[in-house]
């Protein structure tokens, strides 16, 4: 039990840090051409070595059902994600609470999956947790890419 308390503290001081810089970053111009949209689907690389670790076993309808549930989990994120022109000729993602309200219960969602699902060996519940982050990132952040190309080709054809 005293191996809970530091990785339960740890998960979620770095949820908490993740929302905090996506509100930060409701307040800061994105800058270039939006390939730091892109960026965090790199740093989930060293993840893919779960499933080439043999300590968890996922069946196809584990995989399907957490692939399933991070797609959901990014349809609303891709909702309220949006970039807009400010007075300053800049690009910012919108202010939306209810963006921040559904991140807030993906991480609490994240957690309780975590904490509250025993029947599965703990490699497994690592790698389904992990493969539910990377459905809802990928959509997620493609679909943040998209749209802010959208917003810097309307900004490119409007100051020329």
């Known amino acids: 039990m005293q191996t809970a308390i530091p990785a339960t503290s740890m998960f979620l001081i770095f949820g908490m840090f993740i929302l905090v810089r996506r509100i930060r970053s ?15 689907l790199l740093f989930l ?3 893919f070595s779960f499933f080439l670790n043999a300590s968890g076993h996922v069946t196809y309808l584990q995989l ?12 609303p994120l891709i909702l309220w ?12 993602a919108k202010k939306s609470p209810a963006f921040i309200i559904t991140f807030a219960i993906m991480i609490a969602l994240r957690y309780y999956f ?27 952040r493609i679909a943040c890419y998209i749209k802010y190309k959208k917003v810097l080709k309307l900004k490119n054809t409007v100051s020329l």
């Open 114 to 140: 975590r904490q509250h699902i025993s029947t599965i060996e703990p490699g497994t519940l690592n790698m389904l947790i992990f493969l539910l982050v990377i459905g809802y990132l990928f959509p997620w």
């Open 26 to 40: 409701m307040y800061k111009p994105t800058k270039g051409r939006g390939g730091r949209l892109i960026l965090p």
């Open 45 to 47: 690389t060293p993840g």
């Open 64 to 75: 399907s059902m957490a692939i399933f549930l991070g797609v959901g989990f990014s349809i």
């Open 81 to 92: 994600s949006d970039y807009e022109i400010r007075n300053d000729g800049l690009i910012y």
